[in-house]
């Protein structure tokens, strides 16, 4: 049976099998590329649960004296992983959560649902007029923020919070979790993050981002409001 696996996990496993490859070409002593081949097992063990009981035969096999040898290892794992989906949404889940029209919410429950059949994801998010909506699920729980969304201009590299790369400006966005505590009370956060959630979920690589801004309102309101 498969090891099931986030999207994170397996985005990191993509990157760390390049490092094995990049190390490859890159060196060519023999005791370098075994020890970047094992720090890369450690880190793969430390990030994913159960990744030594199915794999550890895989990487003690592959000796890094072949690109052919790395490339058979990434086989043998790739085959033998599957990416956890999202699960699906209904409208009425979102409706409470979600201060838009109610098109658009079903427009978005729609195109959520039919997303996560073909695509592994971390988040979802699409932008509605100048609103971005994003959707979100940690420990099982659904989260969902209505943000401001500006778009910018040039051609300058700017960093995604969430994913870590830089792109060019104009494919990110800054977007902003603002909430209410009363009357004329209000507290903002404000970040950029790629506006093409598919390229951004392809470099993701941890999500205590993504889950400080998704929960922002929730933790300013009990600090604001009382109790921790």
Do not use: W
Not at 38 to 66: G, P, R
Not at 177 to 189: D, M, P
């Amino acid at each position: 049976m498969p090891l099931e696996i986030y999207n994170t996990d397996y985005n990191m496993l993509r990157k760390k099998i390049e490092q094995l490859r990049e190390t490859y070409m890159q060196s060519s002593d023999e005791n370098v590329r075994n020890v970047v081949k094992e720090q890369v097992f450690y880190d793969l063990c430390e990030k994913i649960e159960l990744f030594e009981n199915h794999f550890a035969q895989y990487f003690e096999t592959c000796k890094m004296n072949s690109l052919k040898e790395i490339d058979e290892l990434a086989a043998e794992i790739f085959k033998n992983v599957s990416v956890i989906k999202m699960p699906k949404i209904q409208y009425e889940q979102i409706v409470k959560r979600i201060k838009m029209a109610s098109k658009n919410l079903k427009e978005i429950a729609r195109n959520y649902n039919e997303t996560i059949k073909q695509e592994s994801l971390t988040y979802y998010s699409q932008i509605i007029d100048t609103k971005m909506v994003f959707i979100f699920f940690h420990d099982d729980e659904l989260h969902t923020v209505l943000c401001d969304v500006s778009q910018y201009n040039g051609v300058r590299k700017l960093h995604c919070r969430f994913c870590n790369s830089f792109r060019q400006s104009c494919e990110m966005g800054f977007v902003s979790n603002t909430i209410k505590f009363k009357k004329n009370e209000y507290s903002t956060l404000g970040i950029n993050c790629c506006l093409d959630y598919n390229k951004c979920n392809q470099d993701i690589l941890e999500t205590q981002k993504l889950t400080d801004f998704m929960s922002y309102g929730k933790n300013k309101t009990k600090t604001k409001g009382g109790r921790k």
